[in-house]
């Protein structure tokens, strides 16, 4: 007996949704890409989430280009602000009018719980470790 090509891609199709319907059911909404010691170390999550645009130790992107973020090591609002105007940054982004620097940097991104999860772990290692 010969298959029927369109039969066959039907059952294929079913197939594939139902099993992929039955998966998603169980799996949470957002999957992250484990990363080494992600979710111990606050070095690895800046470097994961951050370091693209404030650079690898903070040190900023002015001596590259394109320029995408300001230094946050030496930063006076990194150092002396209180934890939950940082974290208002994180949470929130900077754009639009709320921008302080100039126009060749980008927006600064909002990050929600589900890019950092510990908002307060990773500004304690923005104004201690990170500043060393
Ligand atoms: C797409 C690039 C980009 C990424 C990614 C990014 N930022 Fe920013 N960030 C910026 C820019 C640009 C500014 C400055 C915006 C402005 O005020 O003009 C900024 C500003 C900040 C400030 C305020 C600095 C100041 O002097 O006022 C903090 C704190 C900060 N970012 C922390 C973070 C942290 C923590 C992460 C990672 C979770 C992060 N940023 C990821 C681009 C980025």
Not at 6 to 21: D, H, K, N, Q, R
Not at 41 to 61: A, I, M, Q, V
Not at 100 to 116: I, K, Q, R
């Amino acid at each position: 007996m010969k298959a029927k090509p369109g039969l066959m891609a039907l059952g294929m199709f079913i197939a594939a949704t139902a099993s992929s319907a039955w998966v998603m059911a169980d799996e949470p909404r957002y999957k992250t890409a484990p990363v080494a010691g992600e979710h111990q170390n606050f070095r690895n999550l800046y470097k994961l989430r951050c370091s693209t645009c404030h650079g690898e130790n903070g040190e900023g992107t002015d001596h590259d280009w394109p320029r995408t973020g300001p230094a946050l090591k030496g930063n006076p609002f990194v150092q002396r602000a209180p934890a939950a105007a940082i974290i208002s940054v994180i949470r929130m982004g900077r754009t639009g009018e709320q921008r302080l620097y100039h126009e060749s940097y980008p927006n600064m991104p909002a990050f929600g719980a589900e890019a950092v999860f510990d908002v307060d772990g990773l500004v304690n290692f923005l104004q201690n470790d990170l500043q060393k």
